[in-house]
Nanobody, 115 residues
Framework: QVQLVESGGGLVQAGGSLRLSCAAS????????MGWFRQAPGNQRTLVAA???????IYADSVKGRFTISRDSAKNAAYLQMSSLTPEDTAVYLC?????????WGQGTQVTVSS
């Protein structure tokens, strides 16, 4: 069983920064991909950023140049550095990890950006 726990969310003013962390525990070995989705009230869950085991990141167009994803494979952890935040970034951010065709999800952490 795999558990993903996010941390680092909170309230920040527009233009500010936050760093999200995702820590995996349980049966942990070799996630092919780790990443982040976000979901705002009334909206669908959308991909924010993801990174493969080889380290190749992908980003949603809306966050390119502002967000940076990284991972520590030894710790089975992933991070999302968010800068130049805007109110449109307000959402619950959910960590996910993929291994052997199975996708695991965290519970999410709330990010609120005030104008």
């Amino acid at each position: 069983q795999v558990q993903l726990v996010e941390s680092g969310g909170g309230l920040v003013q527009a233009g500010g920064s936050l760093r999200l962390s995702c820590a995996a525990s349980g049966s942990v070995f070799g996630f092919a991909t780790m990443g982040w989705f976000r979901q705002a009230p009334g909206n669908q869950r959308t991909l924010v950023a993801a990174i493969t085991n080889g380290g190749s990141p992908i980003y949603a167009d809306s966050v390119k140049g502002r967000f940076t994803i990284s991972r520590d494979s030894a710790k089975n952890a992933a991070y999302l550095q968010m800068s130049s935040l805007t109110p449109e970034d307000t959402a619950v951010y959910l960590c996910y990890a993929v291994r052997n065709g199975n996708t695991y999800w965290g519970q999410g952490t709330q990010v609120t950006v005030s104008s």
